[in-house]
């Protein structure tokens, strides 16, 4: 059995060789770039066995090969519970934090302590470019205190995520 964690692929090989009139079938098919080709790219979204299936054309014998695959979960987002954005390049920025298989943020909104929006981002891939918040709303700066903060993000099988919490900023 192998451990993979949740959109990470691997290429695999076959040691069939394809000249001798052999026919190869992966399954299930959705969790492989191409279900007949030697060499896909494995990518499996649920944890279960796997297999390939060698056809022998003229005779029609088959071999199969299995394997248990655990697809470890994808949960983690880490945002910071405390920032300073007082420009000494230290923590200026509040962002998001997540594993690669969350791919797109669909809103973050962040609110004063009186439950006023000062901050909101929406649609942004979560790609290494996305900016996060630096403490100023309407282009001034919001004071030092709590602020709370509604996230929703979403994996690449389509999955949502939502996130409530609080952050500390410090001037």
């Not at 943020?105 to 962040?110: A, D, M, P, V």
């Not at 979560?126 to 918040?133: L, T």
């Amino acid at each position: 059995s192998i451990d993979i964690d949740f959109g990470a692929s691997i290429s695999l090989t076959s040691t069939v060789d394809l000249s001798d009139d052999f026919t190869l079938s992966w399954q299930p098919p959705e969790a492989f770039s191409c279900a007949n080709c030697p060499d896909p790219i494995f990518q499996p979204a649920v944890s279960q066995t796997y297999q390939v299936v060698a056809t022998d054309n003229p005779s029609g014998c088959t071999a199969s090969a299995s394997i248990e695959v655990l697809v470890r979960a994808c949960e983690k987002v880490f945002v910071p519970n405390a920032f300073s954005p007082n420009f000494d390049a230290i923590n200026d920025e509040l962002t998001v934090f997540a594993e690669p298989c969350f791919t797109r943020l669909i809103s973050w909104r962040i609110f004063n302590r009186w439950g006023g929006q000062v901050y909101e981002v929406a649609d942004q891939a979560m790609n290494g470019s996305f900016i996060g918040w630096d403490g100023q709303a309407r282009g001034q700066e919001v004071e030092q205190g709590v602020y709370s903060y509604q996230l929703v993000l979403e994996r690449t099988d389509g999955a949502i995520r939502e996130i409530k919490g609080e952050v500390m900023l410090l001037r």
